[in-house]
């Protein structure tokens, strides 16, 4: 079963409002032409994302976020997100802020397909004490000690960018996989967007994650889809240009041009 | 080792060598600031052989040789690395207390609770920061947790965290019985700290060379607990550590995005010379 | 820190009456060298196993097992494991029948170091009727679904056999993982018998398991340490030996003299 | 393909074929019994070439070619696998209802409830066999489960399980408001059977040549429900089919395990012949 599809076609099927997720971890393989393929749509999604970084940071500055739920927001070495920091301080975006071992149980819990998971995570701290957080204190059933019961992260969609992908939908992720094979079992939909589409995957290294095609809706070649954060072995984070973005990224025509134009290669 | 390295020292490689001093026996050594990142490479070089390196924060580069820091690791030191884990992994190795983190808090207060979420109210912050990571989880599952504040001002350390992601001592802990998690101490530009088991204070276990108890009273936000007797200098880096760390472990001076002031364009200039490094 | 040792140091630390597991599955991979030399000692331990096959066997049939927590028993092509028959049968052994996802579910909450797990699993069928079943069934509480909560398995000693290790404790293993991996963080103790011990790993592929050298506590050169089962891509399975395992495991003087002798390799 | 393909089949080559069309879609096609196991390769090689084979359950020999079922799969069958899996995301697979699944029950009953944990009382039995299994886990999550019995014979086809690892029709299903895992049908060395979705129980969908209704029910432990008309016949395996098995998926014949009544003998003589096969 083939399944080589495009960018566009991947992004017009994310349903309006949908819960949306992105692999890879604050500057290190984020899916930035996707990212910037749905901020260019300007329809509202929400989005849970485990560590968000510049993905994030276009679609909030495109204004195409209502929800954010997240274990981390920023740009790593370039600083603060400008845009997750004025749409928290200034716009009173909706937001749900998870420990990353909550986050990593809620993901799970919907790999499972069970409502739920368990943690110890939680105690003491004030992320617990926030209203309409979707955490619970609860006693264990079988021995009675207090737990913390986060809910499952099933994302409607979930984008990926891969180092290369099969036709039939076979993924391989060169240096850290992050949570991105966990999302995949996680997500209704999961659309991966890669360097290269080859006929077979060959010669893996046991440093290298590979997703299975039963996980997979569809693929597209998109070299340069991972923009200016790093894709190794491909190419490192590109300073100059994350410096770029960084600086214009408050200005909200700039990401509008920004986004129409895809990411940069 | 060179007979001629200079024994004067920047603040950056006092922090390296106080962090490189943690690390007993077999866990993973990570850490959120640069320096606690050298300091990792300098304890597997030189005093830990038998922990766990990651490049530079990769699960897939895991338990990697101490090889020169760069801005982007993988690059560098994924080729060394013993095998390949990922984030699930990762978080069964914190529930089994197997990792020895060095945080770098925005906020440290008296007690030594922690924040890096937030300032100001987490509903409408003042600045909205990162969120509180995997301050939360390790803080139920480890032992302990280590402390670097680049710059220690009023500022960062103050009197009470606005969000707390990571609890200090005092009657809060005590209730909950929470046992592990506490802070090992805090390491600044100014000296080496410690916190109360009662949550009574913050005290100075030693103060880097130059530096007075009244430079680190004035620049702190609460009152420090005082001294019980002379305060200790902070051990200067020895010939070998400021050799293995000038020479071997971060020759293009990353460290420097740890000074209290990091010179402008630095990012930039460390992205440009790290080419050659790299393969 | 080397952590070479050697099956007699491994199998005189384990204590008397703890919970002991093996890796492999079936007819594959089992630590039999281990499991004859545990039988040997004849002191009585506590068995918690995914996939038992004729280690299992070997230690019922030398009277060291007090208890028994199994997802599967048996020799597969070669049948139902005659001393586990009897054990059941006849002996009145205390066990507790796991379905998979419920012992991969317990495991797994050992991992995380919760106390349980909850899954789907258990509904409508039978095992969840038998008296004294450490499972329970309980409402969600964040959605109130009825889940069924499974305790966590945390085995005093895992003895697992691998391709290979290296003097530091790092394991590869070629060919299906069963649950091995996921075990080697639950346990308490983690023993690791192997074809070779090396000075370095090298050049592993997806398709093979390594465990980290911090989930493992002593590790030992056991050429055959797998006895008859298959160990891929060393040997297959001796159909022969296994078929004479199987024609003479009924006897107990026959099991003690063949636990005494070591595995065959 | 040759065309002296002998058209006399066995019944474990009728068996094959009924069990190669249940396979649609990209699921992990996957048997208790050698017969299903090479049904799930025929079905890749000429039907669904969409399906996910795993060397003779290998986890780590995960999406494989159709090569020539033997006793050691891993040897014959891993190199051709597209990646490696393990059992935790085998169970991740099976709660997205991604598996297909053909068992081999000792005992099957009227409402499609299964059975091979242990005859009689399971506290203390006539015969333990395995256990339950991933039967009850199977059973909540995927849509369909499907059954081969070897030998159709009153101790397997009877009026109620001693112990249900799997649950049939009935209300009991109804109570609990189970949706998934119901009996997608029963094939024997007999015919082919479907169930009542009230739990009234089991009917012929269609007899294997030369069988007649009469002989099936004499080899069942309960009443048959009356069949609706003339009961079909099987049909045989096409000469591509036999081909395909004979020729190409099971040179050495070690579906004749599956046979009502194996010759003595047959494993070892198997474990001998496939030594050629091996690299």
């Given amino acids: ?265 | 080792m060179s007979s001629a390295v200079d024994p004067e020292f920047t603040v950056e490689e006092q922090v390296i060598t106080v962090l490189a001093d943690i690390y007993r026996g077999e866990v993973i050594a990570v850490s959120a600031t640069v320096c606690g990142d050298i300091a990792a490479r300098l304890a597997k070089a030189l005093y830990a052989p038998e922990i766990v390196l990651m490049a530079g924060g990769s699960m897939a580069g895991f338990d990697c040789a101490p090889t020169p820091k760069v801005l982007n690791d993988e690059w560098v030191t994924s080729p060394t690395a013993a095998r390949g884990s990922d984030w699930t992994e990762a978080f069964d190795f914190i529930s089994a207390g197997k990792y020895a983190i060095t945080m770098g808090p925005v906020q440290v207060d008296r007690t030594g609770s922690c924040n890096i979420s937030v300032l100001g109210d987490w509903r409408r912050p003042k600045v909205a920061m990162i969120g509180s990571r995997g301050i939360p989880d390790d803080m139920v599952r480890l032992a302990e947790m280590t402390f670097h504040v680049r710059r220690h001002s009023p500022r960062a350390l103050v009197e009470k965290v606005d969000f707390r992601c990571g609890l200090g001592f005092g009657p809060d802990r005590d209730r909950l019985g929470l046992t592990l998690g506490v802070p090992r101490m805090l390491v600044t530009d100014l000296g080496v700290f410690d916190f109360d088991r009662t949550g009574a204070g913050m005290s100075v276990r030693s103060l880097h060379p130059g530096v007075t108890f009244d430079d680190v009273q004035q620049a702190t936000g609460f009152a420090l607990l005082p001294p019980d007797g002379a305060v200790p200098t902070t051990r200067p880096p020895s010939e070998e550590e400021l050799y293995w760390i000038r020479e071997r472990l971060d020759p293009l001076g990353v460290r420097r995005l740890d000074s209290p002031k990091p010179p402008p364009g630095l990012l930039a200039e460390l992205a440009e010379r790290e080419r050659e490094l790299l393969p």
Avoid at chain 1, 56 to 66: F, I, M, N, Q, R
Wanted: hydrophobic share 45%; with cysteine; net charge negative.
């Fill in chain 1, 1 to 265: 079963m083939k399944k080589v599809s495009s960018l566009d076609a991947m992004v017009a099927a994310v349903p309006p409002h949908g819960l949306v997720s992105f692999g890879g971890g604050g500057m290190v393989r984020k899916p930035m032409a996707a990212a910037a393929a749905l901020a260019a749509r300007e329809t509202p999604v929400r989005l849970s994302v485990f560590l968000a970084g510049p993905e994030v940071d276009l679609l909030l500055g495109a204004g195409a976020v209502e929800q954010l739920d997240y274990a981390y927001v920023g740009l790593d070495a370039l600083g603060l997100s400008p845009n997750f920091r004025h749409a928290r301080e200034k716009a009173g975006l909706p937001a749900v802020e998870w420990t990353e071992a909550m986050y990593i149980a809620g993901v799970e819990a919907a790999t499972r397909r069970v409502p739920f998971a368990p943690t110890r995570s939680g105690l003491g701290v004030d992320l617990m004490e926030l209203p309409g957080i979707p955490f619970r204190r609860f006693p264990c059933p079988l021995t009675g000690e207090e737990l913390t019961a986060v809910p499952a992260i099933r994302p409607d969609v979930l984008f990926l960018h891969a180092n290369e992908v099969d036709t039939l939908g076979n993924v391989r992720i060169t240096g850290d996989g992050f949570l991105d094979a966990q999302l995949a079992r996680a997500a209704r939909t999961v659309y991966v967007t890669a360097e290269r589409v080859v006929d077979r995957l060959e010669g893996m290294s046991e440093r290298e994650t590979t997703i299975s095609r039963l996980w997979v809706s569809a693929v597209a070649e998109v070299p340069g889809g991972a923009g200016f954060t790093a894709l190794y072995p491909d190419h490192p984070l590109d300073y100059a240009q994350a410096g770029d973005y960084v600086a214009h990224c408050a200005d909200r025509e700039w990401v509008r041009a920004y986004a129409a134009k895809g990411a940069p290669a």
